[in-house]
């Protein structure tokens, strides 16, 4: 399986941004498609964003889109997650998530360990 290593989260203002990657090792990382998701507190997980395995297709959350970016490098084994325009709803730790093949495929392979995200009103 593919190992998933999430980083970038931290604490933001409202209306700032970050950054997330996440780094792939193991497989062939151009083999997965990659998605985001997030875990609120006291919330189920949701789905974020995702992309296909070359990049050519996104998919966002209403809650999300327009304010997050999904892009990866496949030369870098890199996904990532630019988060702008932030809201205090926004705070969750985020997860990435790989699925075989090369869109996603409704069930991942692998997921990261995640990282903290914090939005201060």
């Known amino acids: 399986q593919v190992q998933l290593v999430e980083s970038g989260g931290g604490l933001v203002q409202a209306g700032g941004s970050l950054r997330l990657s996440c780094a792939a090792s193991g497989r062939t990382f151009s083999n997965y498609a990659m998605g985001w998701f997030r875990r609120a507190p006291g919330k189920e997980r949701e789905f974020v964003a995702r992309?296909?395995?070359?990049?050519?297709?996104?998919s966002y959350a209403e809650s999300v889109k327009g304010r997050f970016t999904i892009s990866r490098d496949n030369a870098k084994n890199t996904v990532y997650l630019q988060m702008s325009s932030l809201k205090p709803e926004d705070t969750a730790v985020y997860y990435c998530a790989a699925s075989y093949g090369s869109t996603w495929s409704g069930r991942a392979a692998s997921w990261g360990q995640g990282t903290q995200v914090t939005v201060s009103s």
């Open positions: 992309i296909s395995a070359s990049s050519d297709y996104t």
